[in-house]
């Protein structure tokens, strides 16, 4: 490519090749139009309750004939957790996010897959929403939910299947209202965020 589809001022060689690795798989999956800036509220979500900053490097529309997503690529500024130093340096992260507009309500809703921890404490303090009518869903994810009554409406079989569908074990969903957001803290092979690009593209049909 002989330009960069995204502002890569200060970013290292290997972020640069991931974020052009990541956009030309997903664009290999589905046509990418920049967006140019749009204030999509990241704030909001606990995902990124941690920052101090938050930029949004380049977003890319996933057209839909029903409702449009969009593909993140995001700078989170952050303060060194365990270093006592007050002048210590911040440091940047760089990750890469799916996000969808969905037609219902969901409230706050956070779902990862299920760690042999999460099972413990959930002998001792029961907090998940369990679906009984699909172990093999409930059995593989930890949901937790602010309204029973609207996860429950909008985590339908559908929207639980699409779930089950993503090929990855390392990713996180969180909605916060009408706005879902896919992704990872860790690093974004382009494998995985095809499968991120298909999975909001898909609720466009379903949510």
């Known amino acids: 490519m002989d330009s960069l589809p995204f502002d890569d001022s200060g970013?290292?060689?290997?972020?640069i090749t991931n974020y052009q690795d990541i956009y030309?798989?997903?664009?290999?999956?589905?046509?990418?139009?920049?967006?140019?800036?749009?204030?999509f509220h990241l704030e909001d979500f606990e995902s990124f309750k941690n920052c101090i900053?938050?930029?949004?490097?380049?977003?890319?529309?996933?057209?839909h004939e029903r409702s449009d997503s969009y593909l993140l690529f995001t700078e989170t500024r952050h303060k060194p957790v365990?270093?006592?130093?007050?002048?210590?340096?911040?440091y940047y992260l760089h990750h890469t996010?799916?996000?969808?507009?969905?037609?219902?309500?969901?409230?706050?809703?956070?779902?990862?897959?299920?760690?042999?921890?999460?099972?413990?404490?959930?002998l001792i303090h029961p907090i998940e929403l369990d679906f009984a009518e699909d172990k093999p869903f409930s059995n593989t994810f930890y949901t937790i939910v602010s309204d029973v009554q609207?996860?429950?409406?909008?985590?339908?079989?559908n929207?639980?299947?699409?779930?089950?569908?993503?090929?990855?074990?390392?990713?996180?969903?969180e909605i916060v209202n009408h706005t879902?957001?896919?992704?990872?803290?860790?690093?974004?092979?382009?494998?995985?965020?095809?499968?991120?690009?298909?999975?909001?593209?898909r609720l466009a049909d379903l949510c």
């Not at 365990?82 to 911040?90: L, R, T, Y």
Request: hydrophobic share 45%; no cysteine; glycine share 4%.
């Open 11 to 15: 970013l290292t060689p290997a972020t």
């Open 24 to 39: 030309i798989a997903v664009k290999g999956q589905f046509p990418l139009n920049a967006t140019g800036h749009i204030n």
């Open 53 to 63: 900053e938050i930029n949004v490097r380049a977003s890319y529309v996933i057209k």
């Open 82 to 90: 365990d270093d006592k130093e007050a002048d210590s340096a911040d």
């Open 97 to 122: 996010w799916a996000l969808a507009y969905l037609r219902k309500d969901f409230g706050h809703v956070v779902i990862r897959r299920e760690t042999l921890r999460d099972k413990i404490i959930e």
């Open 150 to 157: 609207k996860a429950q409406s909008g985590i339908d079989r």
């Open 159 to 173: 929207f639980r299947n699409a779930v089950m569908d993503v090929r990855d074990d390392d990713f996180l969903i």
């Open 180 to 201: 879902l957001i896919i992704g990872s803290h860790h690093p974004m092979l382009p494998e995985k965020a095809k499968h991120m690009a298909a999975f909001v593209h």
